[in-house]
């Protein structure tokens, strides 16, 4: 700071001057000094075209000769030969800076901390015949380096310990967990204020978002959970042929695709598919000032943008389960009489003995339940999106990562919770 | 390659450039000079294809013909190689910073130096620190994130990122646009220290009229996708164009002449072009 306030003070100084009047012979003076700056710069940038690279010799122990162009660009190669040199005459050491073409801020840099180097070894360091211009510049440099070695020893904290990466990405995940209960808490109180009085249902928004995140996944999650099927099938194929039992692929596919893949593998799709949507489409919203804009106009951002967002979800993703069921027992079906000559007549006979409608219902209630999730983590995550595009990315994959571990989480819970009722 | 100019050669050249958005004309045969170590202003109102000029002098975007000359080196033909050595002599700060959200401060001014140069990293963190003071930055400020700045000290970066290669020509957008008096009056002094100091030639497109009067040593109005009027600013308020009149009437700009006025009271050449040195 103060290093700029004593370059800033002749022009400043000189401007006063001017105000007060008629210093015309002094203007000229001043002038003319800067006319001799300007050329400076112009002579030390003309030669980066052809770069001599910046090159240090010791003709005698006392001397050290500069030359070629000390710029950013000249000075990569000198680092290590820089390192080397050391006072290694007790006495006083000459630095012979005539042959310096170019100085620009990386050269003066790099020279201060030389000749700082070589006067904490003790020896008393002169340099001569540098170009007055260049001499200016790395006293400039130098005072600057005093400043910042002053500074760094009260900036530089305590290095942290992988300790201490534990302990922070944990008070991080804590903070994280109870905001997000504070979001599921926001999100049912505006929910029941909108069961109190239906008018604030937004249905727009609503059916809008039906048809994305429903009517427009079909294609992917019948295509996935039909591939499904044919796999289940397919595995199972071996072993039940061994036994004979070919006839309970049926079982097989029906009782896992219903009760587990089919609700899991929709929920997972459509995590990836619109929660990852939801995140970012809230999160640039939020980056753009628009969440802003909105609360004061008195919008509220969780009536319209989350309770949609849920509800539509939440319509929508039995369906989808509905929709996956079908196709993947179907590609079950067909599995089985390529492979097992379980023809689709015999399947579904025994299809309609060994899968009951409690299996059926236990998958599709699962459903609104893994939809909530998705919707909830996705807009969470947007909401919580600070900064510009990168962070809009970062919030958006930890949409999607969180939202389908908390799916699988709470998969697991229920089975759990199945077993102990006897379903 | 270009060598050696004499030094009151022009930095920038341009002539008889035109460019087309369709059938909408941004710039009809425009000629334009820029002197080595001058802080030269482009104004002009909105749609006046100041952004598009800037943009074809630094090689984003390439005009429909005429011949730009930017340090000597003319734009046209340029091969790879030559664009990135072109490149390295300029320095550009963008109107909303244009820094990386992903780097910290201190990275997006080191990016540049890690690019194009062999230094070693404790160097370069070292050189890009000085860049920030340069600036007038706190030291601080070079591990925050530019998400975490206000709009001044975002620009005050993004000008610390434009210096890091030491350019020899600037080119600033906006520099006080949604600036606060204050911090608007230290981007001035900024600007004039850095042309002083370091004898950079600096290209501001700006509204800001308090810039126009206490910082340009010339300024160029556009309008109409011509050049209406070159000249120190008081050379151009006493030229009756009317495009270039709607900048020195109305309260604001007579404000600002007042000002100017006032400060460069006993010497009426402070602000004009001839008593520059070249």
Redesign the interface.
């Known amino acids: ?1 103060d ?2 306030r004593s ?2 003070l002749p ?2 100084r000189f ?1 006063s001057w ?5 210093f ?1 012979l002094l ?1 000229r003076t001043l ?2 000094i ?2 001799m ?6 002579t030390a ?2 030669n ?2 052809s770069l001599t690279p910046a090159a240090i010799a010791q003709p005698t122990p006392g001397e050290l000769a500069l030359s070629g162009s000390w ?3 000249g ?3 000198i ?1 290590p030969q820089l390192n080397a040199v050391s006072s290694t005459s007790g006495s006083g050491k000459v630095v012979d800076g005539a042959r310096i073409e170019a100085l ?3 050269g003066a ?2 020279l201060q901390k030389l000749l700082r180097r070589l006067g904490n070894e003790g020896t008393a360091v002169k340099i001569r015949d540098l170009r007055p211009e260049f001499a200016q510049l790395l006293e400039v ?1 130098g005072r ?2 005093t ?2 070695a002053d ?2 020893s009260t ?1 530089a904290g305590a290095p942290s310990s992988p300790l201490e990466g534990v302990g922070r990405a944990a008070a991080a995940t804590v903070e994280q967990v109870v905001a997000l209960l504070g979001f599921v808490g926001e999100s049912a109180v505006a929910l029941a204020g909108c069961v109190a009085r239906p008018a604030r249902f937004r249905w727009r928004p609503i059916l809008y978002n039906i048809r994305t995140a429903g009517f427009d996944a079909l294609p992917i999650v019948g295509l996935l959970s039909f591939l499904l099927g044919i796999v289940v099938a397919y595995q199972g194929a071996d072993q039940l042929r061994q036994y004979g039992a070919n006839i309970f692929v049926a079982d097989l596919v029906g009782l896992s695709m219903l009760r587990e893949f089919a609700p899991l593998i929709t929920a997972i799709i459509v995590a990836g598919r619109s929660g990852s949507a939801y995140a970012a489409q809230i999160g640039t919203m939020a980056v753009t000032e628009e969440i802003d804009a909105m609360r004061t106009l008195g919008i509220a951002p969780l009536d319209l943008l989350v309770l949609p967002k849920i509800i539509a979800l939440m319509i929508a993703l039995p369906l989808l389960t509905v929709f996956a069921d079908v196709l993947g027992v179907f590609g079950g079906m067909i599995m089985a009489r390529a492979q097992l000559g379980v023809g689709f007549g015999e399947f579904l006979e025994r299809f309609v003995k060994a899968v009951s409608p409690t299996a059926y219902l236990i998958g599709i209630c699962k459903a609104p339940v893994f939809a909530a999730i998705i919707a909830v983590v996705g807009c969470f995550q947007g909401f919580r999106t ?6 809009v990315g970062r919030q958006t994959t930890r949409s999607v990562v969180q939202s389908i571990f908390l799916v699988i989480v709470c998969d697991a819970l229920f089975s759990i919770a199945f077993s102990a009722l006897d379903l | ?5 004499p ?1 009151d050669q022009s930095v920038i050249e341009i002539s008889k450039l035109s460019t087309r958005f369709g059938d909408h004309v941004v710039h009809a045969e425009l000629d334009l000079e820029v002197h ?2 001058e802080i030269f202003a482009l104004i002009g109102g909105s749609g006046s294809g100041k952004s598009t000029l800037l943009r074809e002098m630094i090689l984003l975007q390439r005009p429909d013909a005429g011949t730009i000359r930017v340090l000597g080196v003319d734009l046209q033909d340029l091969g790879d190689e030559e664009t990135i ?1 072109l490149r ?2 300029w320095g550009v700060m963008f109107q909303h910073g244009g820094l990386f ?2 780097l910290t401060v201190r990275q997006n001014i080191g990016l540049p ?1 890690r690019e ?5 990293d404790a ?1 370069i963190d ?2 890009a ?3 920030l ?2 600036t ?1 930055l ?3 400020v070079g591990m925050q ?4 700045l206000s709009g001044g000290m975002m620009k005050r970066a993004s000008l610390a990122r434009a210096l890091a ?2 350019p ?1 020509l600037l080119f600033l957008d906006e520099p006080t646009a949604g600036l606060d008096p204050e911090s608007a009056g230290e981007v001035d ?1 900024l600007v ?2 850095l042309r ?5 030639t600096i290209v501001i497109i700006t509204h800001d009229l308090d810039l126009l009067w206490q910082v340009a040593d010339r300024a160029a109005v556009l309008a109409e996708g011509k050049v209406q009027g070159i000249g120190s600013m008081i050379e151009l308020s006493r030229m009756d164009n009317p495009a270039i009149q709607k900048y020195f009437d109305g309260p604001r700009g007579r404000a600002a002449q007042e000002q100017a006025r006032t ?5 009426q050449s ?1 602000g004009s072009p001839s ?4």
């Open positions: 700071m290093e700029n370059c800033e022009c400043s401007d001017l105000k007060i009047g008629d015309r203007f002038a003319y800067r006319a700056a300007f050329h400076l710069p112009c940038t003309m980066r075209l710029t950013a660009r000075i990569g190669a680092q620009d801020t990386a840099w790099v440099a600057q380096a400043l910042q500074s760094e900036v600070k900064g510009g595009a990168d962070s | 390659m270009p060598r050696a100019e030094p080595r170590a050595a390295q002599r959200g992903s130096l194009h140069t062999r230094l070693d160097l070292e050189i620190a000085w860049k003071a340069m007038g706190e030291p601080e994130y530019p998400s975490e290669l030491d020899e002094q004039r220290k002083d100091q370091f004898g950079l400060e460069a009271q006993g010497d402070g008593s520059k040195p070249k």
